[in-house]
């Protein structure tokens, strides 16, 4: 059977810079392709190029044997090339159908919208993959991952034979990555080939048939997925061996930076109480849903607690403010980077700025040359890439967004820092600094709480874990009980509310 996609030796530069460099690779029908590289490697450029957004400069595309000189978005689409970018737009106010109908309408003679068929057909297409989403149901109202699996079943409906999709799980939550998990085994069983593009070594487990590793502009790594071990991927992606990843840990300190005791984060729930030296690295793990980022959002004071106390160093916190929170010398990195995290359309120095925007006040006025100048010393800490602190921070890659939101901390006088999932959606390299980055900040004796559902960062980045269970503390796992072989089996035995090996 001939191969779906054909690229032979392509080649992009911008402003003479190269960005793709004689990238080769074929995708059979029904092939699912994880192509891995960290931001900046040339992924998107690719997928741009693939859809007929962008031209290459020089090689040859080829889609079921029919060799293209000319590609753009409307010929890509009539070949069967459908992409559903990392950056969703649908339109949040049409109903499902209007989305999967959108562009081709069914009409009458007169021109009219033949709404019942729509709807009829929408809910076929949906039934195809199982979904019970009605199909008048207002786009905003489905979860992040249901809106993606709306996207690809609107671009496999089109006729889509090769279908790219973009970090498709990155801003969506654990428990919701198996259902469109099981949407692309379906369509690899209807003979769709797609190219996936995924920063998760467990996608790459589960659903890849190849592997494909850009660094650079360069194909690194073509490799069936049998073969392509994650310390192989990982190395090709950043060019250094994996055990590089996580940096040594500094030793703790003998004060408790923050101690919380009996808080109780809902009416009848269970209490939590544990303690955090300065320059401790604390982590909090357990399942998706398990009540993780409860704690760290009532400690914060987003959430209300029922009860409880909650102190840093010897100073008690007055519960349910952020703003004492941050007045006490507590900060957070919360999950949602994008979300909650920044103003994506505003600039480093304004977004650098915001958790201290009182101290570049006077008279009202906020106090540029000042702001500007206490941003610049803390993004130069975390050692931020950018052309300018002028640059909106949604063009920023993942991990220079999350070195914002951790560095404009870094100016005040910060004793306590909460991390909720702090590399999530980041790619590896950038992985690797901000875990440098969060060990130099306990080194100069900060408390750290990190909540992660990646067992290596629990493993590798800890002094500490507290498995969290259904909101209790089920565990508790020291240094040396990490470094033991049997500490991720561990981690997901207190998960699920099992006892722990050799107790």
């Not at 790219?164 to 198996?178: A, M």
């Not at 080939?193 to 194909?219: C, F, K, N, P």
């Amino acid at each position: 059977m001939a191969p779906v996609l054909v690229v032979k030796a392509l080649e992009k530069s911008f402003a003479g810079v190269p960005v793709l460099k004689q990238i080769t690779f074929n995708v059979e029908p029904g092939e699912v392709v994880a192509l891995a590289g960290e931001n900046g490697a040339g992924k998107s450029t690719l997928f741009k190029i693939l859809t007929g957004q962008l031209r290459p400069d020089r090689g040859a595309i080829l889609v079921d044997g029919q060799n293209l000189d000319h590609l753009d978005t409307k010929i890509a689409r009539e070949l069967g090339i459908g992409i559903v970018p990392q950056e969703l737009a649908p339109y949040p106010e049409l109903a499902v159908y209007e989305n999967l109908f959108v562009g081709r309408e069914l009409k009458s003679r007169l021109g009219l919208l033949k709404r019942s068929e729509m709807i009829s057909e929408a809910k076929r297409m949906l039934e195809v993959f199982g979904l019970s989403i009605s199909p008048t149901a207002k786009m905003k109202s489905l979860s992040t991952a249901y809106t993606q699996i709306v996207e690809i079943v609107k671009a496999t409906t089109w006729g889509a034979k090769l279908l790219l999709l973009d970090e498709p799980t990155s801003s969506i939550p654990e428990h919701e990555v198996e259902r469109l998990h099981e949407i692309v085994r379906a369509l690899k069983g209807q003979g769709v080939a797609m190219v996936y593009t995924t920063h998760r070594m467990s996608e790459i487990e589960q659903l890849a048939d190849r592997v494909l590793v850009m660094r650079d502009g360069m194909l690194i790594m073509d490799s069936p997925a049998a073969e392509a071990t994650p310390e192989a991927v990982i190395t090709s992606m950043i060019g250094r061996d994996l055990g590089n990843l996580f940096p040594s840990l500094p030793k703790p300190g003998k004060n408790i930076g923050l101690s919380v005791e009996d808080l109780v984060l809902e009416k009848g729930g269970p209490s939590v109480s544990f303690e955090v030296r300065e320059g401790e690295i604390l982590s909090l793990g357990g399942l998706v849903g398990a009540g993780r980022t409860e704690i760290i959002e009532t400690i914060y004071g987003i959430r209300k607690a029922e009860s409880g106390l909650v102190k840093v160093g010897s100073q008690l916190l007055q519960l349910g403010s952020p703003r004492k929170a941050i007045d006490s010398g507590i900060a957070i990195v919360p999950e949602d980077r994008k979300g909650a995290g920044l103003i994506l359309q505003r600039s480093i120095t304004e977004n650098g700025g915001l958790p201290r925007l009182k101290d570049y006040l006077f008279a009202g006025f906020v106090r540029l040359r000042i702001r500007k100048q206490a941003v610049t010393k803390s993004m130069d800490k975390v050692a931020l890439r950018s052309r300018s602190l002028d640059q909106a921070a949604g063009t920023l890659s993942g991990g220079n967004q999350q070195k914002i939101v951790i560095g404009r901390w870094l100016g005040g006088d910060t004793k306590v820092l909460l991390l909720d999932e702090p590399t999530r959606g980041v790619d590896v390299g950038a992985r690797g600094e901000i875990y440098t980055i969060i060990r130099d900040l306990a080194a100069s004796g900060l408390s750290v709480v990190l909540a992660s559902s990646d067992t290596p960062e629990l493993i590798g980045l800890s002094h500490r874990v507290l498995v969290v269970r259904e909101g209790r503390i089920t565990g508790e796992l020291k240094r040396d009980e990490l470094d033991d072989v049997s500490a991720q089996e561990n981690i997901f035995r207190l998960s699920s509310g099992q006892e722990i090996l050799n107790a």
